[in-house]
């Protein structure tokens, strides 16, 4: 029956049609879970080549970093010319706004509308309190006076109360950057574009969320939020830990905690620890020109609670909308098609398509544009296309441990050994007394693994420190330590003979000596 009435449209070339047919045509994809996927999925499964590449997979390297991974420019000489005008139209329109004391007071229309609505009120209120229609004939000038009185008084009033809660100064800030552009604060051409990119630099549009954000951090009090306390156990469900490829600081998200159903029994309360959340991001940020200027977030759903928690999926729809719409951009953006999102989703339940299917509606395309999502045996090798190895915390697959004082600054190097074959690392030790420290991860497993030190004398006897031994793909990173009397060297030998796919090997390492300790 849609697919009739889109046909018969597509007959009439008016331009109110084709708008019709697009609004037909979008619920079609809404209401279609088969057809359309509601969030951007992008499946992180290996993918076996069939022509070996000339270079030696199986020499060690550094990681390499996506060259792709670029937020999008917020220099003014970068932007195109359309955009140029936006951002320009924009500052104007903000100026005159903020100096005509009129950024946060309604339209005249809309004030008029609801004088009138005001009256007509009263006007009801008055005739309802008539009960018979001689007296309402006889009293209808006292009744009409007495509405042109309420009229006056609510001309007289309004303009005081409306002047008394919506005064702006020219001092008005937004995440601490002057929004006033006469200032010249670098962070104000950062802040506008946001809001254009937000709503595909449309001034009008982008001037009427910026209108909407300053109102709704006065009336939800946002910018008083970092002083509330809303106990430990919140603060277990997020927090910031490290920075990605290009130094933007990383928040995980950890839905498990919500197992414990009195943490969003309080709707109001888990939205402002949300929000209190996101301003203590921004805080971390450097909103110029060239800065870092957005957040990368990562969502963990291993041990969500399941759909049938309505309570808990309707606070993070209310939360993922009030992010959308008064923290536009914060969430960081890359420009490559492939690596075009951040808002990471690991551990991924199958359940969880479902769920998305139901936010979807209330997102818009750019942000939906933001997500990917993983299972549980793609977390590594997902996350590593974002977050350099030494920064992902160890129980996603990567070197970082709470207080760490083993590792600092080590370089992390890559191997990779290939279906049915066996690759040795070396880490050397020139001294005679010392103590080697090293990390070491193979995406995925399913390899034998084993640890040996070999001294430099011929006639030495090689030390096993790790017998060989099959490691299974839940396994994460490895460390160990070997305390030697003579000059020699470790070799790790990670042996994939059964394995019908390459592995990828991450490690590091550090020659302790007395002087280093």
């Not at 009336?219 to 997020?238: R, V």
């Not at 030190?453 to 031994?469: D, H, L, M, R, S």
Request: proline share 4%; hydrophobic share 35%.
């Amino acid at each position: 029956m849609i697919k009739n009435v889109i046909i018969g449209k597509r007959l009439n070339m008016t331009g109110e049609v084709k708008v019709e047919e697009k609004q037909v045509e979008s619920e079609v994809v809404i209401a279609s879970v088969e057809e359309e996927t509601t969030v951007k999925v992008v499946v992180e499964e290996e993918k076996e080549t069939k022509v070996e590449e000339e270079e030696d997979e199986s020499k060690p390297k550094g990681v390499e970093k996506i060259s792709s991974f670029k937020e999008e420019s917020d220099f003014f000489s970068d932007l195109k010319e359309s955009e140029k005008k936006a951002l320009s139209d924009l500052k104007t329109k903000l100026e005159e706004a903020i100096t005509e004391n009129t950024l946060l007071k309604e339209s005249p229309v809309k004030v008029e509308k609801k004088k009138s609505e005001a009256i007509v009120t009263e006007e009801e209120e008055a005739k309802a309190e008539t009960s018979e229609p001689a007296v309402v004939a006889e009293d209808s000038p006292k009744e009409e006076a007495k509405t042109d009185a309420n009229a006056e008084t609510i001309e007289k009033e309004s303009p005081e109360e409306e002047v008394k809660a919506e005064t702006v100064d020219n001092d008005i800030e937004l995440w601490g950057v002057p929004l006033l552009p006469s200032k010249g604060a670098e962070g104000t051409d950062v802040i506008l574009l946001k809001l254009l990119r937000a709503r595909d630099f449309k001034v009008n549009e982008a001037f009427e969320m910026l209108k909407k954000t300053l109102k709704w951090r006065k009336e939800h009090k946002i910018d008083s939020i970092l002083g509330e306390d809303f106990g430990e156990d919140l603060a277990s469900a997020a927090y910031m830990n490290g920075l990605d490829l290009e130094s933007r600081p990383v928040c995980y998200n950890i839905y498990s905690v919500f197992g414990n159903e009195e943490l969003y029994q309080s709707r109001e309360n888990l939205l402002r620890w949300r929000f209190q959340l996101m301003e203590k991001g921004i805080q971390k940020l450097d909103l110029k020109p060239g800065g870092v200027t957005s957040l990368l977030q990562i969502h963990d759903l291993k041990n969500c609670p399941g759909l049938f928690k309505k309570e808990l999926w309707v606070a993070i729809k209310n939360a993922i909308v009030a992010l959308q719409d008064n923290y536009p951009e914060l969430v960081s953006r890359n420009a490559s098609s492939y690596y075009y999102h951040s808002l990471v989703f690991i551990n991924v339940p199958f359940l969880f398509y479902a769920g998305s299917t139901l936010l979807s509606p209330f997102l818009t395309q750019r942000t939906k544009s933001k997500f990917v999502v993983t299972r549980p045996a793609n977390v590594t090798e997902t996350l590593l296309n974002y977050i350099p190895a030494e920064e992902i915390p160890v129980q996603y697959g990567g070197f970082k441990r709470y207080d760490d004082t083993e590792f600092s600054n080590e370089a992390v190097s890559e191997v990779v050994v290939k279906p049915g074959s066996s690759e040795t690392i070396e880490i050397p030790s020139a001294e005679t007394e010392g103590t080697l420290v090293w990390d070491i991860a193979v995406l995925g497993w399913e390899v034998s693994y084993k640890e040996e030190f070999v001294p430099a004398n011929e006639g030495a006897y090689t030390i096993i420190v790790q017998k060989g031994k099959k490691i299974g793909s839940n396994e994460g990173p490895l460390r160990n330590s070997f305390k030697n009397s003579e000059s020699g060297k470790i070799v790790l030998t990670v042996d994939n003979v059964s394995s019908k796919k390459k592995k990828r090997v991450l490690y590091r390492y550090r020659n302790k000596t007395e002087s280093s300790c």
